[in-house]
């Protein structure tokens, strides 16, 4: 059985984040992030979660 949005999920773990940080970069509550990685995202979803997974990825940069 696959693993719904495991390449979304494999850039949290690679950039050494959490979800609760990436959630919180985008808005939303850890449990609404933990909700929507269930089922397939929609792109609005999806470019929400990796615009956020960027940004923090390139604060932790500097």
Known sequence: MAIQNQPIRDSIYEAHLKNWEVAEACGIADTTLSK????PLNDDRRKRVEKAIAEL???VKQ
């Open 57 to 59: 990825t390139q604060s």
């Open 36 to 39: 929507w990685l269930r089922t």
